[in-house]
């Protein structure tokens, strides 16, 4: 095959442990411990370290707040839907599923449809309003929010779900991240 023919390499390779920076291996030890395999994300975002670590530590941020999780992963999939993530996809609606979710508050999340659960759908709605306002939620939709039961600091930790998922949305979309073939029912 002449040399022209080859395919150019990827800025963004499938790493492993062998392969991956240095700073990215103890990290993606980790992961892959923890899942039973290395996610085809996490060994392409392996190329940053920091990027690795970073979105990983703000994961496990969210993951410790107040916020229930099924409020949790109604955020996270409503960036994934915005952001057209669809590893994102798949994993949270494996993750939803896991969580005994309701298949129709599944599938209007898929569809970025209003949600059948008014208090869910109040995460959903005040997660738009905080990306399309930049934050400056006026007082109704904060109020609004809180009306279902919601606090003051959900509030603030849904800032926090909309950082750490809209590095990894991005991020996937940035790399060509594949869905993994342990999601593809999912995706």
Same mark, same amino acid.
């Given at each position: 095959?002449?040399?022209?023919?080859?395919?150019?390499?990827?800025?963004?390779?499938?790493?492993?442990?062998?392969?991956?920076?240095?700073?990215?291996?103890?990290?993606?030890?980790?992961?892959?411990?923890?899942? %039973?395999?290395? !996610?085809?994300? +996490?060994?392409? #975002?392996?190329?940053?370290?920091?990027?690795? =670590?970073?979105? @990983?530590? &703000?994961?496990?941020?969210?993951?410790?707040?107040?916020?229930?999780?099924?409020?949790?992963?109604?955020?996270?999939?409503?960036?994934?839907?915005?952001?057209?993530?669809?590893?994102?996809?798949?994993?949270?609606?494996?993750?939803?599923?896991?969580? %005994?979710?309701? !298949?129709?508050? +599944?599938?209007? #999340?898929?569809?970025?449809?209003?949600?059948? =659960?008014?208090? @869910?759908? &109040?995460?959903?709605?005040?997660?738009?309003?905080?990306?399309?306002?930049?934050?400056?939620?006026?007082?109704?939709?904060?109020?609004?929010?809180?009306?279902?039961?919601?606090?003051?600091?959900?509030?603030?930790?849904?800032?926090?779900?909309?950082?750490?998922?809209?590095?990894?949305?991005?991020?996937?979309?940035?790399?060509?991240?594949?869905?993994?073939?342990?999601?593809?029912?999912?995706?």
């Amino acid at each position: 095959m002449p040399a022209s023919a080859l395919p150019e390499p990827t800025p963004f390779p499938d790493h492993t442990l062998e392969s991956a920076p240095a700073a990215a291996r103890r990290t993606m030890a980790a992961v892959t411990e923890k899942n %039973g395999y290395l !996610p085809a994300a +996490v060994a392409r #975002l392996a190329t940053s370290p920091e990027t690795l =670590d970073g979105f @990983l530590r &703000a994961s496990a941020a969210f993951e410790s707040t107040t916020l229930d999780p099924l409020s949790r992963e109604v955020l996270i999939m409503t960036m994934a839907t915005r952001n057209d993530c669809h590893v994102c996809v798949a994993m949270h609606t494996a993750r939803l599923t896991g969580l %005994g979710a309701d !298949p129709g508050l +599944v599938s209007a #999340l898929r569809e970025a449809r209003p949600l059948p =659960d008014e208090r @869910l759908e &109040a995460v959903r709605e005040f997660t738009l309003a905080v990306l399309a306002s930049g934050g400056a939620v006026d007082d109704g939709t904060l109020r609004a929010f809180l009306g279902h039961g919601y606090t003051a600091r959900n509030a603030l930790e849904v800032v926090l779900g909309i950082g750490a998922y809209t590095m990894s949305t991005l991020a996937n979309r940035m790399t060509g991240a594949p869905v993994d073939a342990s999601m593809a029912a999912y995706a």
